[in-house]
């Protein structure tokens, strides 16, 4: 038993094993988080009551925390792979990093754009120099940094070490910035946000936010495996098990 | 043979000051940048005195950073281009003490010249006196720490083509906390408050950046020049 | 009838909760889309490799 998983981890680590095993995950993946969406989303908008503050505005919220969480759960996944991927050279761990970071940028920007749809009727307006905020901010920066500095290399597996290291710089720079916006704001002591008044939630509208946040995971892991094996494909482009599938696929 | 360790540094700083002088027209670049940047605010916003005096520490601290940033992307430049930055890493002496050194002497050869300015654009945009040695000081704090931060994604972009676009989107995130306390000082000056506590923070920041950055920046180099 | 219209105005909200949920689906729906495209495109461009190669082989070797 001991010696059996880092023998699956280590087969899991060739890239034909790793394509296999993404497509086979991939959709029972896409389907968990089809599932709980609609569940999430029904409870969510429909059975839910409206607020007793915030009336319906609040339902935002189904979408916007759970992105909010995937967005640093997103980063959290792409240092630690980014990580091992410089530590240890594995090529897996680079194609991992590197296609965790468009995911993750789409949920950072999506918490912007949810956020500040949100901030609008509530605070009467669109952006306000908060410490959430501009952390959120940063981090869409950092990804857009780390897509950027990966795609400006000729060598792609040169180009996902390089963006795994600024990946990391930015695991220790997001606390900064938020803790520096923090003390920014009392200096100038401007508008205070209070982004959650009540933090007791009824369950009604506790459940619906928990299938969301599962289905944000679930959606990620689909659509990391989509990414992951499409970048296989074209790391592997001159191996005979690639040309294969690309000769199976040509009546499609 | 090698050399012993202070004479490579010594050796180090003379050469990347002597390059740097026999092309001294760039080097007045970011000065230049600078001045024409914090002449045309008042243009732009008009010359009311209450107006300019409210960002005049903002606005100094910014421009210096930008033109820090102008010059940020030529730091290992031409060292890439004849090799000899390989050959640094090839060298004996340890890469990161190396590397502080240019940074050092990228400092010296352009921050310097704008912190000498600083003072002058300041007093264009009538900062009250009492705020000068604060913003001459966080200026001092915060120039040395953004070329160290600037130094290690310049040099996780030394193996690509050239982009001081990509290299602005990279150190902006970093650059968020320093333009605060920086700026936070000189507010705080301003008003009359007591700025010890934003220039205590940076000066820690620029002793952690001091050693660590220079060993970040040598890994950074080994990966992007790794073929 | 009355009840669609009255869940679809969201309380007088309806301007920011469905832009909300509009950029949600939008943005996922790109993020699975690009990756499908991606492939194909390599697919694609491997098979013409291939084909080239192939071609390249079956002719004789011709003097210049």
């Known amino acids: 038993m001991s010696k059996w998983i880092p023998l699956w ?95 993750g940028a789409a949920f950072t920007f999506i918490t912007l754009v949810t956020g500040s749809l949100w901030g609008k009727p509530m605070w009467g307006t669109w952006w306000t120099w908060d410490a959430r905020l501009t952390s959120e901010l940063v981090l869409l920066f950092l990804y857009l940094g780390v897509i950027g500095l990966y795609h400006a290399f000729e060598d792609r597996r040169q180009g ?18 938020h803790y520096s916006v923090d003390w920014w704001n009392t200096l100038h002591q401007g508008t205070t946000v209070n982004l959650f008044g009540h933090s007791k939630m009824p369950w009604e509208m506790l459940w619906p936010l928990l299938a969301m946040t599962l289905a944000t995971k ?7 495996c989509r990414r992951a094996g499409t970048d296989i494909l074209a790391l592997e482009g001159g191996k005979d098990w690639v040309r294969e599938i690309a000769q199976a696929e040509a009546g499609r | 043979m090698s050399a012993p360790l202070p004479q490579a540094c010594a050796a180090m700083l003379r050469r990347d000051l002597t390059l740097a002088w026999r092309r001294r027209g760039d080097l007045a670049m970011p ?41 940020l992307d030529g730091m290992f430049a031409s060292d890439i281009e004849d090799g000899s930055l390989e050959q640094l890493v090839l060298a004996p002496q340890p890469l990161a003490l190396m590397l502080g050194m240019k940074i050092l002497a990228h400092w010296i050869t352009t921050a310097l010249p704008l912190l000498v300015i600083a003072p002058l654009l300041a007093g264009m945009l009538h900062l009250p006196l009492p705020a000068m040695p604060a913003l001459l000081l966080a200026l001092l704090l915060a120039t040395p720490l953004l070329s160290l931060l600037g130094a290690v994604l310049v040099a996780l972009t030394a193996g690509t083509r050239r982009s001081g676009m990509l290299l602005a ?57 790794d073929a | ?31 699975n889309v690009a990756p499908r495209l991606r492939r194909r495109r390599i697919l694609r461009e491997l098979r013409e490799r291939l084909a080239r190669q192939s071609a390249r082989a079956r002719r004789p070797p011709s003097k210049p």
């Open chain 3, 1 to 31: 009838m009355i009840a669609l219209s009255h869940f679809l105005a969201m309380g007088g909200y309806a301007a920011y909760v469905w832009p909300a949920y509009a950029v949600f689906f939008a943005v996922l729906v790109t993020d």
């Open chain 2, 169 to 225: 989107l990279m150190l902006l995130p970093l650059c968020v906390p320093v333009v605060i306390f920086a700026a936070g000082a000189v507010a705080a000056a301003q008003e009359g408050l007591p700025w010890f506590a934003p220039v205590a923070w940076l000066s820690a920041a620029l002793v952690l950046a001091v050693v660590l950055s220079p060993l970040a920046c040598a890994a950074a180099l080994r990966i992007a020049l």
């Open chain 1, 9 to 103: 981890l280590h087969k899991l680590g060739s890239p034909p094993t790793f394509y296999r095993f993404a497509r086979t995950v991939r959709p029972w993946a896409m389907g968990l988080a089809l599932l709980f969406g609609v569940i999430g989303l029904y409870g969510g908008l429909v059975l839910a009551p409206p607020d007793y503050q915030q009336g319906d505005a609040y339902r935002i919220i189904f979408i916007h925390v759970p992105s909010a969480w995937m967005s640093m759960f997103v980063y959290a996944m792409m240092g630690v792979s980014g990580f091992v991927a410089l530590v240890w050279r594995i090529k897996l761990a680079e194609v991992v990093a590197m296609e965790s970071a468009p995911i």
């Open chain 1, 218 to 224: 679930f959606y990620y892991a689909a659509s990391l």
């Open chain 1, 160 to 177: 996902a070490r390089a963006a795994s290291f600024l990946a990391i710089i930015g695991i220790i720079n997001v606390p900064i910035v």
């Open chain 2, 31 to 71: 000065v230049l940048y600078a001045v024409i940047v914090a002449v045309l605010f008042p243009f732009a916003l008009g010359p009311d005195l209450a107006l300019l005096q409210r960002i005049a520490g903002g606005v100094v601290l910014v421009t210096v950073l930008l033109a820090m940033l102008l010059a």
